[in-house]
């Protein structure tokens, strides 16, 4: 009965899109009225430049049924987002000036933001790929210099000052010198300027890097994002578990994308998959995040058939439904049943030893010790550390990520430890333990 009530609700319960507050101290978003804020995006990076409107509104309702919250997606886009138009024949600059922006392309943006608030989606909005400020690689042009940059944050910030929105400066670049910074502290100013400071901002980085490693001391930023890279190797915990000096929440901006070549060696090191995309969503959480990002490789490209950018290998339409997706909104519901943002790191709840292999496993514990999560990738047998716990009496259940099933194993007296072991072991067979005070 819990799987049917948890897969119920994920398939119907659509959030309330709101403006987003950083809570008192410092670890999570909440809404406006004080409630947590889970965090569950998905990058659609492509979507303003890629999607008509009868596309857009199935995408959108697709991920708000999986109970998606945040949607990530760019207005001056990667793949030739300058020159190339949109569906509706319309590009998003005039003679490519970010003082000259072009209203039809704006409008079909508008069109796109309004039906994400009537689903009850916050888009995280990209003002632009980094290759505009700073073609290290891509298509570019560089058009960006801190005085434009300014003035396009400023029409941004005013165009959208009464949607639920989240900026998200950055877009998969280094900042490699002054004027890089200077566009950036611009463009984020202009938004502050023309939003009245209503949203939050935070910047996205190029892989294996945070917005800390640029940005920790500045006013503007009010949440960090990673983005830890498209590799089997990738451990994002360790990003999360940084000691953050101002603290300030963080999560995973950007991390493995289903269906994606593992290190874009798909003859070499095969494809990553859902059990890929479910490690780092489980990782993250469980180390400290304030949400997490799921990404899917043929869906931030919404792939249709032509011109695959690193091996895209499915329709995008077809790749709504890999299961990676739907195993995120089960994520986010199984985090909601608990004060999820209460949980601290606690390494020490494992009871053996643990080496940082992919089979590494991670564990987090509530701030009043009645509340043990443990997460093994790859469901061998475990030791539970429960003395930290402050009951005498202690109720367990595993819960499987892959189907939201929870498999009760009752209740036992807390002596300090207790050996679990999953009903299934090895790669795809993770499972999350759960111990509750009783």
């Known amino acids: 009965m819990k799987h049917l009530v948890l897969y119920i ?28 804020f889970f965090w569950l995006g998905d990058t659609a990076w492509e979507l303003f430049h890629k999607l008509d409107r009868r596309e857009a509104d199935r995408y959108l309702r697709d991920r708000a049924s999986k109970g998606f919250t945040v949607i990530q997606a760019v207005v001056l886009a990667e793949l030739d987002g300058l020159s190339t138009p949109n569906p509706y024949g319309d590009t998003p600059l005039i003679d490519n000036d970010p003082a000259k922006p072009n209203e039809s392309y704006f409008k079909h943006v508008d069109y796109v933001v ?37 003035a ?9 000052r009464k949607y639920p929105i989240v900026w998200v400066l950055g877009g998969d ?32 980085p190029t892989g294996a890097r945070s917005s800390y490693d640029y940005f920790k001391d500045a006013t503007w930023i009010d949440f960090h994002m990673s983005q830890t890279g498209h590799s089997q190797d990738s451990r994002n915990y360790r990003f999360n578990r940084r000691n953050l000096s101002p603290v300030l929440p963080h999560l995973d901006g950007e991390p493995r994308y289903e269906d994606h070549p593992n290190k874009f060696k798909p003859g070499e ?11 780092t969503a489980y990782w993250s959480m469980l180390s400290g995040a304030c949400g997490h990002t799921y990404g899917n490789h043929n869906i931030w490209q919404f792939y249709n058939g032509s011109k695959p950018v690193s091996w895209a290998r499915t329709h995008w339409t077809v790749a709504l439904d890999q299961p990676g997706a739907r195993q995120m909104g089960f994520m986010r519901r199984f985090f909601e049943q608990y004060n999820w943002q209460s949980l601290q790191p606690n390494q020490s709840a494992i009871g053996k030893d ?44 595993l819960f499987n990520p892959r189907d939201a099933q929870i498999l009760p194993l009752g209740e036992f007296k807390n002596e300090g430890s207790k050996s679990i072991v999953p009903p299934s072991e090895g790669r795809g067979s993770d499972w999350v333990v759960v111990v509750e005070g009783l």
């Not at 900042?175 to 996205?204: C, P, Q, V, W, Y």
């Not at 010790?369 to 003395?387: F, V």
């Open 9 to 36: 609700l994920t398939a119907i319960w659509l959030p309330a899109a709101a403006q987003l507050k950083v809570s008192p101290d410092k670890r999570y978003l909440h809404t406006s009225t004080g409630k947590p």
């Open 173 to 204: 670049r280094h900042i490699e010198n002054a004027e890089d910074r200077h566009i950036i502290h611009a463009m984020a100013e202009g938004l502050k300027s023309g939003d009245g400071g209503r949203h939050l901002i935070t910047f996205h």
């Open 354 to 397: 643990n080496p940082e292999t992919p089979e590494y496993e991670v564990a987090a514990t509530s701030a009043d010790g009645r509340l043990l999560i443990a997460y093994l990738p790859y469901g061998r047998k475990t030791t539970i550390n429960t003395s930290m716990l402050k009951t005498v009496k202690l109720k367990l259940s």
């Open 269 to 279: 090191f095969g494809w990553m998959d859902d059990f890929d995309a479910r490690q």
């Open 114 to 150: 309004q039906r994400a608030e009537s689903l009850g989606l916050i888009v995280a909005m990209l003002p632009s790929w980094g290759d505009k400020w700073n073609k290290a690689w891509g298509q570019g042009p560089e058009i960006f210099t801190p005085q434009n940059a300014k």
């Open 152 to 160: 396009f944050g400023e029409y941004l910030g005013r165009r959208y």
